[in-house]
């Protein structure tokens, strides 16, 4: 079986899981916990590092890793990937994934987030959501998005998130 039979396969599996959990003698779902809503604010400092295209890869693609340190009312670091193509006409996209981890408004802990950008002619759009279920320690459960505003050259962040309530 090659790859992409693999990757459609488990795909196959997730898509009919929820079938499978309302089958006789399939455990019902745990019950709902009280979900807290907040808002975080604060700035932060990144660094990319391109990295050499592999061989055979289209050299109009390119990959960085990103290395950020979170302030305010996350304290955190961060460590990530991002795929990137542009164009001479100010358009271009990316795509990126990053794991952050440290202490939101005091919960510590960690959680992926998931990039998705485009810009046409100059004009951005982005989309960046945490990663369902990728929530650990005291941040397990988290769900929100994230946005980021440049100003002058300097990152800051706005998100919008929900936690399962403190226990």
């Known amino acids: 079986m090659n790859k992409i039979q693999s990757v459609a396969g488990i795909f196959l599996c997730l898509a009919i899981s929820p079938f499978a959990q309302n089958s006789p003698g399939a455990q019902s779902a745990p019950a709902?916990?009280?979900?807290?809503?907040?808002?975080?604010?604060?700035?932060?400092?990144?660094?990319?590092?391109p990295q050499p295209a592999e061989v055979g890869a289209d050299a109009s693609i390119s990959r960085m890793l990103l290395d950020k340190q979170i302030h305010g009312d996350l304290e955190a670091t961060s460590k990530g990937q991002m795929?990137?193509?542009?164009?001479?006409?100010?358009?271009?996209?990316?795509?990126?994934?990053?794991?952050i981890t440290g202490t939101l408004k005091g919960r510590a802990g960690s959680f992926a987030l998931q990039h998705n950008a485009t810009m046409t002619r100059g004009t951005p759009q982005m989309s960046i959501t945490v990663v369902p279920d990728s929530g650990t320690g005291q941040l397990e459960g988290i769900t929100g998005t994230f946005t980021i505003k440049i100003d002058n050259g300097k990152h800051s962040y706005d998100f919008e998130y929900a936690l399962p309530e403190a226990q």
């Open 32 to 49: 709902k916990q009280k979900v807290v809503t907040g808002h975080a604010t604060g700035t932060f400092e990144v660094k990319g590092t």
């Open 83 to 99: 795929l990137a193509t542009g164009s001479a006409q100010s358009s271009g996209a990316y795509v990126a994934l990053e794991r």
